[in-house]
């Protein structure tokens, strides 16, 4: 599940830079939090005024300062003493956390997403528990006249992990009578969302370097419509489906596309080939 890294998050750990951590030593006694800020009024003479203090895991207290210049005082002090052997250090968000990176960067297309609710926050909803960093985005073989899908880029652990299908609701607006009094229970509106991962790239392997190669030489024969193998410029030219043919015509509904990814829509008895492309062919 990815949460994103919302301003709310940022606020909330800029706030936490006053803040320590207190670890009890020795035998681990249970100790409660009065009988920390008397050991804070007594060293320091801080008060409920000058430090919050709550219990805390893993370590056994927080204590969220309300200056910097108290908090750098309890910080630079050494360990309690014989009756509360208490140590301090800064509070960090890495505490029970294990390092991991996005490895995968994908375009995804979304189909029945209504127009009102195209937008970023829309999609870190929908794909919200397996991506993050989405951007709005457009892919060079879609023309601009189609509107029929809403595309995103964005970053997640593993294309596999993006779901097939997510139903979203968008509450209707209240009526300023209904707002007046008691309003009756607000009304829904839900959207059965159809997801597809059109391409993505792999990042836990570097890019070949220039020349490490002849694949894409035409020594291989005539180009087959497929990116390049070799993609070297990932943030600049997505690898997009490629047609099979030489049809430009403006009619052509895209329907030239490799039938090897499509939505299973239902009104289309399992196939809508207008849909179908290529997966991740670079």
């Known amino acids: ?131 993050s960093g989405i951007e709005i985005t457009r892919l060079r073989d879609i023309p601009d006249y189609d509107d029929r899908e809403f595309f995103v880029k964005a970053w997640c652990k593993h294309q596999d992990l993006i779901e097939d299908e997510q139903t979203i609701s968008i509450p209707e607006p209240i009526l300023p009578v209904a707002a007046m009094g008691n309003p009756a229970p607000p009304r829904l509106l839900q959207y059965q969302v159809r997801i597809r991962v059109v391409a993505f790239q792999d990042w836990t392997t570097p890019p070949a370097s220039p020349g490490d190669d002849d694949r894409n030489d035409d020594s291989d024969g005539p180009d087959d419509g497929r990116a390049d193998d070799n993609f070297q410029d990932r943030g600049e030219h997505w690898p997009t489906p490629r047609r099979d043919s030489d049809d430009d015509s403006g009619d052509s509904n895209c329907n030239n596309y490799h039938p090897t990814c499509y939505y299973p829509l239902e009104e289309a008895g399992g196939r809508d080939p207008s849909m179908s492309v290529q997966v991740g062919e670079f």
């Open 1 to 131: 599940m990815v949460i994103p890294r919302s301003t709310e998050i940022q606020a909330a750990e800029d706030a936490l830079e006053l803040a320590l951590v207190g670890l009890v030593g020795g035998t681990r006694l249970v100790v409660s939090t009065a009988t920390v800020y008397s050991f804070l009024y007594s060293e320091f003479e801080l008060t409920m005024n000058d430090v919050e203090l709550r219990r805390h895991h893993p370590e056994d207290f927080i204590a969220r300062f309300r200056r910097r210049a108290d908090r750098d005082r309890v910080l630079a002090s050494r360990p309690g003493g014989y009756l509360l052997p208490l140590t301090w250090r800064p509070w960090q968000r890495t505490s029970l956390a294990t390092a991991e990176s996005f490895n995968f960067q994908v375009v995804v297309g979304m189909l029945r997403v209504p127009l009102h609710a195209r937008n970023v926050a829309t999609a870190q909803i929908i794909l919200g528990p397996s991506c």
